[in-house]
């Protein structure tokens, strides 16, 4: 039988533990097996129940079941890394193989690429060949620019101008001569050459004739279709202008119809609001009237209610006195009467007596009321009145005590304000106090940079005039050397040599003065201080001391005449 292995549950600790178990298999003796016996609970902890006893094909599928994943991917790594390793081996097996198609393939390409080296080295040479020419060429190029510029000079251009004129010179020579020698052949000739000009000028003149003929006739018959044709337009013209006329009687009468059928228009509507406007005022008028009648009607119920009420009070009042005089009148019969008459004549007029007294006293009860309600309305009136005002007069007064308020308010603002200014402009000031200090020193080093750079620009200046100066004695050199070879071949040439001469001389400028060597050898040009401007000759042909006058160096009237160089 298998065997068995103890698994033990913790209370605290879900985890499974094995122990050291003694299994035995019938009557013999098992052996002992520590299974992780540290991560085992105390003995005394245990209890019977929370021991399982699993086999071992369980416990290792178990096992097997936790760390299935990491053996497989452990397997297919062991796979993957001898599959590579074969390969590796038999391509470093096969790699030397020529009898293969890959070794073919590879000696091909060994052959390819010795092949291209070669090429390359070839097309190297090639190039190195043709940077050479074409370095060559870029030296032809350049001393031929070289060339060019140099004959762009002024003193080369003079000198070709002077070649010229030589050339010049020597042709014209020439050409006298030879016109000379053509006079001298041509004298014989002049009597056919004479008469066959005058037969040409006459066939001339004829041609000339035939021409101006036709000429004439063609014009004739131009301005004869010419003055058709104005005739054409004239007529034409005039019928334009008899059809515009007409269309214009007809726009003319048009215009007038409308502006008559306007004018009716606006009459009409002129009319219309002339009446419009009198309806307008008699509706005016009339609801003035109805106003008016309405007044009146109000003023006369006023009236008629006035004189009711001081009628009521007259008749109540004249009624009393003849009260009075029908009393005094009757009291001397009434004493005779009969006592029973007497009273009941008593009664009867204490009864006329009580209802007249209580229509009167209910007539001033009501007028009372009235009078009572209006003084009510108008202490009510007055109470509002004087409520509205009291409180305008708070309002006022809290407004007042709030603008007041605010004008502090404002004034504290104010004064922070103008505080906050001054420091502001006393922080400006100190700014630009600042400022003004590091521009005056920016200012003092500009103008120590600005000295020293004029120097250095005078110290250049000078090294560039000595250079220069230089530069135009070489050129000078050279100028003399090309002018001495162009001499030299005008006099093989027999031309005329003066003008080759005069512009060889030394000094370039084309003046007639003196040459400086101080300017580079420069020959300047002396004007005359008048309209003209002419050049002065360099000579003299007598010398005189102006009387009057002190002598002075030679040279140091050239402001006084106007000499410019």
């Known amino acids: 039988s298998a065997d068995a292995i103890a698994i033990c549950y913790h209370p605290n600790n879900s985890t499974m533990a094995s122990a050291t178990l003694t299994v035995q298999h019938g009557r013999r003796k098992g052996t002992t097996k520590d299974f992780y016996q540290d991560e085992l609970p105390q003995a005394e902890a245990i209890h019977p129940r929370e021991i399982a006893l699993v ?46 198609i890959e070794g073919q393939r590879q000696k091909k390409l060994q052959a390819k690429r ?105 014009k004739k018959v131009v301005a004869e279709f010419q003055i058709e044709q104005v005739r054409e337009h004239v007529q034409k013209a005039e019928k334009l202008k008899s059809e515009d006329q007409a269309e214009g009687a007809t726009i003319r009468r ?33 609801k003035r009237q109805i106003q008016a009648m309405r007044q009146k009607d109000e003023e006369g119920q006023e009236e008629e209610i006035r004189l009711f009420v001081e009628a009521k009070k007259k008749m109540m009042r004249m009624r009393k006195e003849q009260e009075r005089a029908l009393f005094k009148q009757l009291r001397d019969q009434q004493d005779k009467m009969v006592s029973q008459l007497a009273s009941q004549m008593q009664t009867k007029v204490d009864d006329e007596d009580k209802k007249i007294a209580q229509a009167v006293e209910e007539t001033d009860k009501k007028r009372e009321d009235a009078l009572r309600a209006k003084e009510l309305q108008r202490q009510e009136r007055k109470r509002a009145i004087h409520e509205h005002r009291t409180e305008m007069m708070a309002e006022n007064e809290m407004k007042r005590k709030e603008e007041e308020e605010r004008d502090i308010e404002m004034l504290k603002q104010r004064v922070e304000l103008d505080m906050k200014f001054h420091q502001g402009a006393l922080n400006d000031e100190k700014k630009r106090r600042e400022v003004a200090k590091q521009l005056q020193s920016f200012h003092d080093e500009q103008i120590e940079q600005r000295c020293s750079a004029e120097d250095k620009l005078h110290s250049e200046q000078l090294e560039f005039d000595k250079k220069q100066a230089e530069a135009l004695k070489a050129e000078e050199e050279q100028f003399q050397r090309y002018a ?28 007639r003065g003196p040459s400086f060597d101080g300017l580079g050898g420069l020959r300047p040009s002396f004007q005359a201080m008048d309209s003209t401007g002419v050049q002065l000759p360099s000579y003299c042909r007598q010398r005189k001391r102006v009387q009057g006058r002190p002598s002075k160096q030679p040279g140091s009237t050239q402001k006084r005449m106007g000499f410019t160089w």
Not at 57 to 78: A, F, G, P, Y
């Open 114 to 218: 010795i092949r291209e080296e070669k090429e390359e080295e070839e097309k190297k040479k090639v190039d190195i060949e043709e940077a050479k020419f074409q370095a060559q060429k870029r030296k032809e190029a350049i001393d031929h620019a070289k060339k060019l510029q140099y004959y762009q000079t002024d003193r080369v251009k003079g000198f070709h101008g002077a070649l010229l004129l030589t050339e010049v010179l020597r042709e014209r020579d020439a050409q006298v001569e030879y016109k000379k020698r053509k006079q001298e052949a041509a004298k014989g000739r002049d009597g056919v050459y004479a008469q066959r000009a005058r037969e040409a000028y006459e066939r001339g003149m004829l041609d000339d004739q035939e021409q101006a003929v036709a000429r004439l006739t063609a």
């Open 254 to 286: 048009e215009v007038e119809e409308f502006h008559k059928k306007r004018l009716e228009e606006e009459e009409k509507r002129q009319e219309e609001k002339i009446k419009l406007n009198q309806t307008l005022h008699d509706a005016l008028d009339h």
């Open 55 to 100: 086999t071992g094909n369980e416990w290792q599928r178990i096992k097997n079941s936790l760390t299935k994943k990491q053996d497989e991917e452990e397997k297919l790594r062991v796979e993957r890394d001898k599959r590579l390793r074969l390969h590796r081996t038999s391509k470093d097996i096969v790699k030397n193989w020529e009898n293969t």
């Open 484 to 511: 001495e070879t162009v001499l030299k071949e005008a006099e093989e040439t027999n031309s005329c040599m003066p003008p080759l001469r005069a512009a060889v001389r030394a000094g370039a400028g084309g003046g």
